[in-house]
């Protein structure tokens, strides 16, 4: 089983849609966790982290459901700009002091005119 | 501020030459690291570097060799290069934030690498 699992889509949806994302992951010592956007062959950059209440910025909202091991992204309102592969990131400690960071496959979305 | 640049962009190698990507970070993180990105498999962590002279490896060391030259710099060398290794390599830099917590990793714009 992968550390990390994520619906690889594609998700393709209209202007103005509310979609959501989930990612499973299965070290249950895991302690941080995010969202990164990764735009057509560029670089991964974060959206948000994902805190233990949920949290929310502007359009998207994260949740994150510690007895279930997984985590979600809400995208409401879509725009055309959101289209982009979302990375579900999950961190794992090696016997390393720095920690790593465990990314998943990623999700794409497409936002349709 | 230029984040963290990566040199080359693109570079097309044979089986069995050798060649070093370089990374460079103006942030002053103590950490780096080294990924690659394959279709369908997501980012896997090649090796880092939790601070200036200490290197570790990740998931997938085999084929490479990496140097923190300076808090600044950190590289990645192939010695050989081999087909498997055609992939897109990110470098990436982050700080600690204390008591085990983490800040953002900040990438690089990557390295297109194909192997002949």
């Known amino acids: 089983r992968k550390e990390v699992e994520q619906d690889p889509g594609p998700f393709n949806v209209p202007e103005g849609a509310t979609v959501a994302f989930n990612c499973t992951y299965s070290?249950?010592?895991?302690?941080?966790f995010f969202w990164y956007r990764q735009d057509c062959r560029k670089e991964p950059k974060l959206l948000m982290s994902?805190?233990?209440s949920g949290n929310e910025d502007g359009r998207f909202t994260a949740q994150l459901n510690r007895a279930s091991q997984y985590i979600s992204l809400l995208i409401r309102d879509s725009k055309l700009s959101d289209s982009a592969t979302y990375l579900c990131?999950?961190?794992?400690?090696?016997?390393?002091?720095?920690?790593?960071?465990?990314f998943g496959s990623g999700t794409q979305l497409t936002v349709l005119p | 501020n230029a984040g963290v640049t990566q040199t080359p962009k693109f570079q097309v190698l044979k089986t069995g030459q050798s060649m070093t990507l370089q990374c460079a970070q103006d942030?002053?993180?103590?950490?780096m690291y080294w990924y690659r990105q394959d279709p369908g498999m997501g980012l896997r962590l090649i090796y880092y570097?939790?601070?200036?002279?200490?290197?570790d490896k990740g998931e997938v060391p085999n084929g490479y060799n990496v140097s923190r030259l300076n808090k600044r710099e950190f590289s990645l060398r192939l010695e050989s290069a081999a087909p498997s290794q055609t992939s897109v390599y990110f470098c990436?830099?982050?700080?600690?934030?204390?008591?085990?917590?983490?800040?953002?990793?900040?990438f690089g714009p990557g390295t297109r690498l194909t192997v002949l």
């Open positions: 990436a830099s982050s700080e600690a934030l204390g008591q085990g917590a983490w800040g953002e990793q900040f």
């Open positions: 070290n249950s010592a895991s302690q941080s």
């Open positions: 994902v805190y233990s």
């Open positions: 990131v999950v961190n794992s400690r090696s016997s390393g002091s720095a920690r790593q960071l465990t």
């Open positions: 942030m002053n993180h103590n950490s």
């Open positions: 570097s939790a601070s200036e002279g200490t290197t």
